[in-house]
């Protein structure tokens, strides 16, 4: 895969920011959608807090490696996926994380019969289409040419 195109993609999608700020969810956050976690300095630090660009540099390369990693995990077969699914899957789990797209299991099980049509319909069905429209809308697209492409 593309790993260039997935953090253009991903800053794209997510924004950068150099300070904390709260996210959708009201969760601390700073960099390209980075959640800070207890392990980080940042952990407990005001909304506002700056974040050098460096550091923000380094969480996102780390963010990324987790994302592929936990791709791999959801699906066995993801290196023998068309790019652009594994595209798609790898932005869907930068956002959500594995817990959350582990209940994606439609959405799964057409991705893994290849049917990549029914896979989009089960996209279009669930709270987080509903959540980032815009990022879900243009997924949705991208997984329905796949099926046509």
């Known amino acids: 895969m593309n790993k260039d195109k997935l953090r253009e993609e991903l800053a794209e999608d997510e924004g950068c920011k150099f300070e904390i700020y709260l996210d959708h969810l009201g969760l601390p956050t700073y960099g390209i959608g980075h959640l800070v976690v207890e392990g ?17 540099r380094q969480v996102f390369s780390l963010d990324i490696a987790s994302t592929l990693d936990e791709c791999q995990v959801l699906y066995a077969d993801f290196d023998e996926l068309p790019e652009e699914a594994q595209l798609i899957i790898a932005n869907m789990m930068f956002n959500m994380g594995r817990p959350r797209l582990s209940k994606f299991v439609g ?25 980032v429209p815009n990022r879900a809308k243009r997924l949705v697209k991208r997984m329905r040419a796949l099926a046509h492409g």
């Open 40 to 56: 980080d300095p940042e952990h407990g630090q005001p909304v506002g807090t700056p974040v050098d660009e460096e550091r923000v």
């Open 107 to 131: 959405m799964k099980r057409e991705v893994d019969a290849r049917r990549f049509d029914a896979a989009a319909d089960e996209m279009v069905d669930s709270r987080w289409h509903d959540q």
